[in-house]
């Protein structure tokens, strides 16, 4: 018997960790296209009761949605250029990933070349 067919175990191949951790980036990314959307929006939208312009409540979104598709390409962005040098595990560029680990606290590993 499989162990991924146990009742009560959590399968815990190396599909399953991937599959979760795609989900995981899946998830961040489309946060943060609508938080910025939504921030910004809501400066607009003050912004624009405030001066009897309700243009900026849209300009707003949108400059928000601006910006943190920005943000997820330079998080989450591949440096296709490059020789290949991509995080297996998360998916991400080495550069993103050492700047990810480095805020969750874990250890820059150094280069064995």
């Known amino acids: 018997m499989s162990e ?9 191949s190396s599909e399953a960790r991937s599959r979760a951790q795609g ?4 998830w961040t990314v489309v946060s943060y296209l609508l938080s910025g959307m939504a921030a910004y929006g809501a400066i607009g939208w003050l912004i624009g009761r405030a001066v009897h312009v309700s243009m900026l409540f849209p300009i ?16 989450f962005g591949r440096n296709a250029g490059a ?12 550069a993103a990933s050492r700047r990810a680990s480095h805020r969750r606290g ?4 150094e280069k064995s070349r």
């Open 60 to 75: 707003g979104m949108l400059i928000g949605l601006a910006i943190s598709l920005g943000f997820v390409i330079w998080r």
């Open 4 to 12: 991924a067919s146990v009742p009560g175990r959590r399968d815990t």
């Open 106 to 109: 874990i250890p820059r590993e």
């Open 83 to 94: 020789s290949g040098d991509n995080d297996m595990e998360t998916g991400m560029s080495a």
């Open 23 to 26: 989900l995981n980036i899946g």
